[in-house]
Each structure stands twice: as C-alpha cells, then as structure tokens.
C-alpha cells in the first residue's frame, strides 16, 4: 500500500521528467517580462531616478514600506545603467546563458522598479513579480537553454516545479473569481457591460452596440466567466488526479476545453481593454500545462518543417 501511494505522489509532485516542458515555460513567460521591460526605455529616469517627480527623501517616506535599489542609487545614469544590466539579464535568462545567476539578477532590477514607483503598477503586476519569483527558483536552465547547450547543464527536473506554476495560475483565477460576489456579477450579469463601457479602460466606445448584445451575449458570458474562474481551481484538482493515475483513457483531459475558454477569454480582454501585460502573461503560464513529450513532438515537428522548407529552398 505505501508503495502504491508514493507512486501516486511521485507522479504528482516528487518525480523527475524532462527539463523541456519547464524550459518552455521559462522562454514564455521571461518573453513578456522582457517585452514589459523594454516598455519604459525612453523613460527610465523620469520614473525611477533623481529626476522623478518624487524623489530622494521625499520618495522614501512616501513608499517607506518598499524596498528599492534606486532609493540608494537615484543618479540618472547610474539608474540608466542598471536598468540596461536588468534587460540583458532579461535576455540571458529568456535564452538560459547562466540561468540561476541573472534570474535573481532581473528578479532585483524588476523588485527594485516595482518598490521605486510602485504607484506606476496595478495588481496585475504582483503576477509578474510572484511568476519571476517561482522562475528564479526552480531550475529552469535545464531545458531548452544555451545552458543546456554549451555547459552541460542538461537534466531532469522535478514535476513540481510546474506544477508550482499551474497552482500560481489557478490561485489567480479562483480568487478573483470567489471575489466577484456583488449583483453585477451574481445576479444581474451585467459585469462585463458596464467594465466594457467603462471610459478609464476601454479601448472602443460602442456603448450602442454593448446594449444590444448585453442580454444575449454579455450576460451569459459574465455568468460563464464567473463558473470557469472558480472552478478552474477543480480542474487543476482533477488534472492532478489525472497525473497520478497515469492519465487512464477514461479519465478525461480536460486541459483543452478549460485553458481553450481561457484563451478566448483573454484575447478578448486583451483587444477591448487596456490590461498591458496581464493577459499575455496568463497566456504565456498555460504553457506549464504542457508536457515533456508534447513540447518535445513540437519541437521535432518544427524541426521537420525547417528542414522539408529548407530542403524546397
């Protein structure tokens, strides 16, 4: 009996498997975060030197709860300077060259940043900052990496360093799910709506058109929205359980329709509303939901495409 059960743990959390699932994971995610980055060249010292609008002392007892690099180091070059060591590492870690050492190196430049000028970020950005901090501890050089390529550091890892970030995803979903609790959501179903209509977030005014499709479209997917964000805390449950039976036919996948709605749903979240990095970066973790041998046919498949293109050329 306790041989059974630590197959079923092993299989859920304990075992090793190929670095390339957790590798693309690394290579998503650390893309966007660079992409954020590279969103405030031009504009550095303005938000984190000397030279913002609130400064120096001035700064530090504002945000005395903070931890910040550039409260120490606030001339405009020098900031300029470390910002451009953040981007690099940036770089290095997207393509896994010394992985461990400029993972917690971007993971300061970006605490930093954050700490700084934390009234330049929103709540989504505490998902960019938890995804970094489980990235910067998990080995995620193994796979997919020049690491791999050119240092030997090529090897198993253990299964739960993704399960590590599905959980971070499914904490997300569940808890702004459990915290839409007011009539808009539960009983009128006019959520959406009135977010869409909105003038501080909004990309299109269409109010017209939103009036007429809020009993027939917007309704059911404000009521759809709210059932998938609290349950997807069940299907990361039952894709557990999944895993540790072995994934038997007759238990099914359930990993296509549910991240499917999702990606739907952020896509349209993404054209309508001005979120910035949030939907990409949720997008970009549904890759954790791959697996070794699914990452490892895309990759042969892509491999083949090369060469058969190649071989045309």
């Not at 993704?162 to 006019?190: F, N, P």
């Not at 001005?274 to 549904?286: D, E, H, K, Q, R």
Request: net charge positive.
């Amino acid at each position: 009996m306790w041989s059974r059960i630590d197959g079923l743990l092993g299989r859920t959390m304990l075992d090793e498997e190929a670095p390339e699932a957790l590798g693309l994971c690394r290579i998503a995610l650390v893309g966007v975060m660079l992409a954020s980055m590279l969103t405030h060249v031009g504009a550095v010292a303005h938000y984190f030197s000397s030279h913002a609008i609130l400064g120096g002392e001035i700064a530090r007892v504002a945000f005395h709860s903070r931890w910040s690099l550039f409260f120490y180091v606030d001339d405009p070059w020098a900031v300029r300077s470390i910002f451009a060591v953040g981007v690099l590492a940036h770089g290095l870690w997207l393509v896994g060259l010394y992985t461990r050492v400029v993972s917690v190196v971007a993971w300061v430049v970006w605490i930093s940043m954050v700490g700084r000028q934390p009234l330049l970020y929103a709540l989504p950005d505490q998902l960019h900052t938890a995804l970094a901090t489980v990235l910067m501890l998990v080995p995620a050089g193994r796979g997919l990496s020049l690491d791999a390529r050119w240092r030997g550091k090529h090897g198993p890892v253990p299964v739960w360093c993704r399960r590590l970030l599905q959980l971070q995803v499914a904490v997300v979903y569940v808890a702004t799910g459990s915290l839409k609790t007011g009539k808009t959501w539960r009983e009128e179903g006019t959520a959406l709506y009135y977010t869409l209509a909105n003038p501080y977030n909004r990309h299109f005014v269409m109010d017209r058109t939103l009036a007429l499709l809020q009993p027939w479209v917007l309704r059911p997917a404000t009521w759809a929205v709210l059932v998938w964000e609290v349950g997807f805390g069940g299907f990361v449950v039952l894709h557990w359980l999944r895993e540790m039976l072995g994934r038997p036919r007759r238990f099914p996948d359930l990993r296509k329709p549910f991240l499917a709605f999702g990606v739907l749903m952020h896509l349209g979240i993404q054209a309508m509303l001005y979120v910035a990095w949030f939907s990409p970066l949720m997008l970009a973790a549904y890759t954790a939901w791959l697996h070794p041998e699914e990452v490892s046919r895309a990759r042969a498949w892509w491999r083949g495409r090369g060469a058969k293109e190649g071989g045309d050329a």
